[in-house]
Nanobody, 123 residues
Framework: QVQLVESGGGLVKAGDSLRLSCAAS????????MGWFRQAAGKEREFVAESSWSPGVANYAESVQGRFTITRDNAGNTLYLQMSDLKPEDTAVYYCVADVAGWRIRAGHADFWGQGTQVTVSS
């Protein structure tokens, strides 16, 4: 089992930056691929970014490519999502996820989920 707790969400203006954090506990953090999903009100959940257990290997949704950066601190059991140039369409609840296989996260699935943190971007 892996427990995930997100933090760092909030209300920002378009063009601002925000960093989300996800603290993991339970099984060794380094054994898992980690990622972020988001779900806007009235919309389906969507994949945002995924970080392999191998540092520096990451994948992004086209909608956030070049604006968001996912990083992980395996020693500190923490996952981050640095979001820059935020847009109103980035408004959503952001979820941290973990799975043994990165391809599953990229395909929209994950075994472990956090409770989510709200990000609201005003125009």
């Amino acid at each position: 089992q892996v427990q995930l707790v997100e933090s760092g969400g909030g209300l920002v203006k378009a063009g601002d930056s925000l960093r989300l954090s996800c603290a993991a506990s339970g099984r060794p953090f380094r054994d898992y691929a980690m990622g972020w999903f988001r779900q806007a009100a009235g919309k389906e959940r969507e994949f945002v970014a995924e970080s392999s257990w191998s540092p520096g290997v990451a994948n992004y949704a086209e909608s956030v490519q070049g604006r968001f950066t996912i990083t992980r601190d395996n020693a500190g059991n923490t996952l981050y999502l640095q979001m820059s140039d935020l847009k109103p369409e980035d408004t959503a609840v952001y979820y941290c996820v973990a799975d043994v296989a990165g391809w599953r996260i990229r395909a929209g699935h994950a075994d472990f989920w956090g409770q989510g943190t709200q990000v609201t971007v005003s125009s």
